[in-house]
C-alpha cells in the first residue's frame, strides 16, 4: 500500500462528498489466538498481580516506606558483612602466605592444604572446633549449606 492510497485529497469544491477511504483488511494469517484455557490462565495471573498491586497500595505510603527503609537497612547490613568477610579472607590469606614463605612452603601447596581443609569440613572429616575458636552453630550453618559449598571447594 502506497501512502497515495492511503491519503485523499478533496477538492475545494463545496459539493464535493467526502469518499471515505476503503477498508484494509488484514491478511489472514491462520493464527486463530489463544485457547480459551490459555486466555483464562493468563487472566487468572493477571488478576493475582493486580490483586497484590492493590494491596501494596492500599497500604499507608508511611508503611511502605518504612519496610523499603528496613529493606535498604538489611541489604546495607549484609552488604557490609560481605565486605567484612572479604577484608578478613583476604587478611588471612596474606598471613598464610606470608607464613609459608618463611618456612618455604609454595603458595600452591598453601592453597592445596585449604583445599584439602575446606573438603575435610564439607564431609564431616572435621569436626574439631579449632580449640574453641569455631561454635558448633557455625558447623550447623557450614552443614546447611553443604552442598552449595561443595561445588565452590570441587577441586580439577
Given at each position: 500500500?502506497t501512502l497515495?492510497d492511503?491519503l485523499?485529497?478533496?477538492?475545494?469544491?463545496?459539493?464535493a462528498?467526502?469518499?471515505?477511504?476503503?477498508?484494509t483488511?488484514k491478511?489472514?494469517t491462520?493464527?486463530?489466538?489463544?485457547t480459551?484455557e490459555?486466555?483464562?490462565a493468563r487472566?487468572?495471573?493477571l488478576?493475582?498481580?493486580l490483586?497484590a498491586?492493590?494491596?501494596?497500595l492500599?497500604?499507608?505510603?508511611?508503611?511502605i516506606?518504612a519496610?523499603?527503609e528496613?529493606?535498604?537497612e538489611a541489604?546495607l547490613?549484609w552488604d557490609?558483612f560481605?565486605a567484612?568477610?572479604m577484608l578478613s579472607?583476604?587478611a588471612?590469606?596474606?598471613?598464610?602466605?606470608?607464613?609459608?614463605?618463611?618456612l618455604?612452603v609454595?603458595?600452591?601447596?598453601?592453597v592445596a592444604?585449604?583445599m584439602t581443609?575446606?573438603?575435610?569440613?564439607?564431609?564431616?572429616?572435621?569436626?574439631?572446633d579449632l580449640?574453641?575458636?569455631?561454635?558448633?552453630?557455625?558447623l550447623?550453618?557450614?552443614?546447611?549449606h553443604?552442598?552449595?559449598?561443595?561445588?565452590?571447594f570441587r577441586?580439577?
Amino acid at each position: 500500500m502506497t501512502l497515495q492510497d492511503q491519503l485523499q485529497i478533496v477538492s475545494a469544491n463545496a459539493e464535493a462528498a467526502l469518499v471515505p477511504p476503503p477498508e484494509t483488511r488484514k491478511p489472514d494469517t491462520g493464527e486463530t489466538g489463544p485457547t480459551l484455557e490459555e486466555a483464562m490462565a493468563r487472566n487468572e495471573a493477571l488478576t493475582e498481580k493486580l490483586d497484590a498491586l492493590d494491596a501494596v497500595l492500599a497500604k499507608p505510603l508511611a508503611e511502605i516506606l518504612a519496610e523499603r527503609e528496613k529493606a535498604d537497612e538489611a541489604a546495607l547490613a549484609w552488604d557490609r558483612f560481605g565486605a567484612m568477610w572479604m577484608l578478613s579472607q583476604r587478611a588471612m590469606r596474606r598471613v598464610a602466605l606470608d607464613l609459608a614463605a618463611q618456612l618455604g612452603v609454595s603458595e600452591e601447596e598453601v592453597v592445596a592444604r585449604a583445599m584439602t581443609h575446606a573438603n575435610a569440613v564439607l564431609n564431616g572429616a572435621d569436626e574439631v572446633d579449632l580449640g574453641g575458636t569455631i561454635a558448633p552453630a557455625q558447623l550447623q550453618h557450614i552443614a546447611r549449606h553443604r552442598n552449595f559449598l561443595r561445588k565452590q571447594f570441587r577441586t580439577g
